[in-house]
């Protein structure tokens, strides 16, 4: 059986990377929105479709990233990818050998990871830019 992966835990992970606080993604939903219905919505396992995709568009992240990312799966794929290779005395320290995948996969992988590293960062740099637009507002 396939554990089902977590939209709530997902949203909280993307929206940590991106480095908002639960404050701020409620501000940016907008009215009846606060912390704590973000935070009893991060422990939903199911998030209804509309409201996934308000949060989606709101953080920029694609609807499937909370639909889809599976930190479990990901941990296992990069576990499997280390085999243990016994040397003669079955006691060294270099005993593991990593196993890769070809090339191309790699290069692939590096290259999408960057992207979305980018392209998270983006996301954050304007978020920032709107709060400071707001801080200045209600300051001023």
Known sequence: MEAKVHEGRNVKRFREMLG????ALAYELG????QKKISLLEQKETIELPLLQQISSTLK??????QNFDEEKAINIISNTVNNHDNANGNSLF???PT???IE????????????????LKEKEEMMERLEKL???KLG
Do not use: N
């Open 20 to 23: 908002i606080k639960q404050d």
């Open 31 to 34: 009215e009846g929105w606060t």
């Open 61 to 66: 992240i694609p609807v499937e990233a909370f």
């Open 95 to 97: 005993s593991y050998y």
């Open 100 to 102: 890769f995948h070809p």
């Open 105 to 120: 996969q790699i290069v692939k992988l590096h290259e999408e990871k960057i992207a979305l590293y980018e392209r998270m």
């Open 135 to 137: 801080i200045q507002k």
